[in-house]
């Protein structure tokens, strides 16, 4: 599902004035000074532009990390130490979980360094810098040229953007659109790849009220973590190594006991994943109607399966613990969104805005000329789309996050590809860089389980779709059992 607005790798922000709703927007730090530092002083703002965002001196940009794949976390001590939710960190307290010590159950507290655990394959990413390089991006592309060259376009000049922009060994460079490719930013980034756990209460804390308060407001859960960087005894990223010290950082975030008070200034820094706010009518009409009504259905049947097995073993109960958290998240944010949307009448709300629009465009011969079909080839497009929806729904689910036999297969498919292509030698470290990868999904496959969610979930893929959607294997396979799903599941995973 593209979003019409960017895929947001790191921006921010919310603002919540003194009384009332917040500021809309996500706004770029880099920016704040020209556009946003007048309103955030007149709403009771005390600090300024510099202090959120400076290239010259710590400042609060360098206390805000990417904690892991998508979740943020807060550096609030001399020494590293990062603060984050429960839930961006259950995957690691799963990790380090068992019967003996069920850290989910029980919560986890380090006494002193030496106990702190380590956590392979994650990380932290700080900004270090931001730049607007649309200019250089879009040089050369022009609105006449077709998506495809426009694109390789773009990917050339980001290419040479990136080889040629001057940074540190230890910092990366990555060039991001917003706004659909209308702009362009490139961040410098620093990743430390040695964070470890310091603590978490247990799950009756961090996780209280489970599914059924998840995206529910007002919430009563103590929804944090206790994690810290590590560094070399340079201050520099490095592996993860008992000489490793804690991480000095330019800036943290000084911990306040007085608490807030009505009408204080409060800003949300962090960073969000992407915005849908711009999506137009036909767009909101088929989440309604077909996106979220099929992921929802794939996921209906996975969770039955695994809160059953979750709730009968209690070793499942942990192996399964980080899957089901992440599979119920989207479940429960996908029913929330239906509902909010159906609530607030947003489909009726979207047709008047662009009814309007259409009034505006009519007055004006220039915005006509530019912008005046734009509305029929949405709709155009969401009718083309429609009939792949679906279809590239149930497959995405059930092969990318629901049957980990599918992941397996297409890590397979990647090694056979490998020394097709490179012989042994390309074999050996496709193999080297998939090991770490199979060790975390066998250290919590349950191959029992897997098959009765696959079961589960196909008769969707085999029913619900029209026939030129279904791979022909498939298909003879589910023939070749008899047309029963359990004895076709059960012949897979013999």
């Known amino acids: 599902m593209k979003s019409f607005r960017v895929f947001l790798f790191s921006l921010l922000v919310l603002l919540i004035p003194r009384l009332g709703f917040g500021g809309e927007g996500m706004w770029l730090p880099l920016l704040l000074k020209a556009l946003n530092e007048a309103d955030m002083k007149s709403l009771g703002m005390r600090m300024s532009a510099e202090d959120i965002y400076s290239v010259n001196r710590g400042s609060l940009k360098d206390a805000i990390v990417r904690f892991g794949g998508g979740c943020t976390g807060s550096i609030i001590s001399s020494r590293g130490l990062l603060l984050t939710n ?63 060259e426009r694109q390789s376009r773009i990917d050339r000049n980001i ?120 999506l137009p009518s036909p767009a909101v009409q088929q989440i309604i109607e077909v996106i979220d009504p099929a992921l929802i259905a794939v996921r209906d ?31 429960k944010k996908w029913q929330g969104e239906m509902l909010g949307l159906q609530k607030t009448d947003a489909l009726s709300k979207k047709r008047r805005f662009e009814e309007e629009l259409t009034l505006r465009l009519q007055r004006n011969p220039e915005l006509r000329r530019r912008y005046g079909g734009l509305l029929d080839d949405f709709t155009r497009f969401y009718q083309q789309r429609a009939p792949l929806v679906r279809a590239a729904i149930y497959y995405s689910e059930i092969t990318g996050r629901n049957v980990d036999l599918f992941r397996l297969a297409a890590y397979a498919r990647r090694l056979e590809n490998a020394f097709k292509n490179h012989g042994p030698q ?58 029963d799903y359990q004895q076709w599941a059960a012949q897979l995973f013999e």
């Open 86 to 148: 429960h839930h961006c960190g259950y995957g690691q307290i799963q990790a380090h979980s068992s019967l003996e010590h069920n850290y989910l159950e029980e919560g986890f507290w380090a006494k002193d360094l030496s106990e702190e655990l380590p956590n392979p394959g994650l990380s932290v990413t700080f900004i270090v810098s931001m730049h607007d390089v649309t200019e250089r991006v879009l040089q050369g592309v022009s609105e006449d040229l077709e998506p495809r």
């Open 426 to 483: 390309g074999f050996e470290s496709a193999r080297d860089n998939l090991l770490p990868t199979f060790e975390r999904i066998y250290k919590n496959y349950r191959p029992e389980i897997d098959r009765d969610v696959f079961a589960a979930v196909m008769p969707l893929y085999l029913e619900e779709l029209p026939e030129h959607f279904i791979a022909a294997e498939a298909r003879q396979g589910f023939q070749a059992a008899g047309n």
């Open 301 to 331: 049947r996975s969770l039955n399966v695994i809160n059953a097995a979750m709730k009968a073993d209690p070793a499942v109960k942990i192996q399964y613990a980080s899957k089901q958290s992440s599979l119920a998240n989207g479940w």
């Open 159 to 278: 290419a040479a953007l990136r080889k040629d922009f001057p940074r540190q060994p230890h910092e990366d460079v990555q060039v991001r659109p917003f706004f659909q490719g209308n702009q362009y930013f490139l961040f410098v980034t620093v990743t430390y790849r040695d964070v470890r756990l310091v603590g978490a209460p247990p799950s009756s804390i961090g996780k209280f009220g489970y599914d059924t308060d998840n995206w529910v407001w007002p919430r009563h859960t103590g929804d944090f973590a206790l994690f810290r960087v590590y560094a070399d005894p340079n201050n520099l990223p490095a592996e993860y190594s008992p000489d490793n010290v804690p991480f000095t950082p330019k800036h943290f975030l000084p911990i306040s006991l007085d608490g807030i008070r009505e009408g204080d200034f409060t800003l949300v820094f962090g960073f969000p994943g992407r915005t849908q706010e711009y």
